[in-house]
Antibody, heavy 123, light 108 residues
Framework: QVRLVESGGGVVQPGKSLRLSCAAS????????IHWVRQAPGKGLEWLAI????????YYADSVKGRFTISRDNSNNVAFLQMNSLTVEDTAVYYC????????????????WGQGTLVIVSS | EVVLTQSPATLSLSPGERATLSCRAS??????LAWYQHKPGQGPRLLIY???NRATGVPARFSGSGSGTDFTLTISSLEPEDFAIYYC??????????FGGGTKVDIK
């Protein structure tokens, strides 16, 4: 079955960096775009970024543009979110999710999600 | 950016009752709207996409309707496992993808 597992969360000081990983299994990873979404404590869901199935295009929310970088390694079925210049406002549970379309450059629905990894930015 | 407004914020109902959740968009999104169910400690689950299409494995008691700016998620008869937070999300005009603020369905 489709499985996404996030890792790499933890406690980090403001201004520091963290890299999250999203390990995928149960489907042909190179066929689907991957999204990152977060949920701050007591808040709703916030979409952060998408990387196309082949890595050719990446898009970001304004709140993270220039600080976060999404990437993927289709040989090892893993996606990443590099987070730099972290602030306390980045404290959240971070989810990776699969786009529902295969080998598409449209999409935009998220049909499978991981359980999330918690990032706490605190001095 | 398309802003999605969900109402009510909280819906208190008993098992077996009908739940009606609303999502309003700040501009037309056509039928490019999805609904997700989110339970604590889990990733969200896609329920409905393109306003009215049930995702794989979603029970028939979940249905979606609407187009343009007004959308509804209906749960015809609440089961105990349906008490959760529900989010709408649009893909009409993106990036960014945007989510509504959520409706919590809790037990009365």
């Amino acid at each position: 079955q489709v499985r996404l597992v996030e890792s790499g969360g933890g406690v980090v000081q403001p201004g520091k960096s963290l890299r999250l990983s999203c390990a995928a299994s149960g489907f042909t990873f190179r066929h689907n775009a991957i999204h990152w979404v977060r949920q701050a404590p007591g808040k709703g869901l916030e979409w952060l970024a998408i990387i196309w199935y082949d890595g050719s295009e990446k898009y970001y929310a304004d709140s993270v543009k220039g600080r976060f970088t999404i990437s993927r390694d289709n040989s090892n079925n893993v996606a990443f979110l590099q987070m730099n210049s972290l602030t306390v406002e980045d404290t959240a549970v971070y989810y990776c999710a699969r786009d529902y379309l295969t080998t598409a450059t449209t999409g935009g629905y998220l049909d499978y999600w991981g359980q999330g990894t918690l990032v706490i930015v605190s001095s | 950016e398309v802003v999605l407004t969900q109402s009510p914020a909280t819906l208190s109902l008993s098992p077996g009752e009908r739940a009606t959740l609303s999502c309003r968009a700040s501009q037309s999104v056509g039928r490019y709207l999805a609904w997700y169910q989110h339970k604590p400690g889990q990733g969200p689950r896609l329920l409905i996409y393109d306003a009215s299409n049930r995702a794989t494995g979603v029970p028939a008691r979940f249905s979606g309707s609407g187009s343009g700016t007004d959308f509804t998620l209906t749960i015809s008869s609440l089961e105990p496992e349906d008490f959760a937070i529900y989010y709408c999300q649009q893909r009409s005009n993106w990036p960014p993808l945007t989510f509504g603020g959520g409706t919590k369905v809790d037990i009365k």
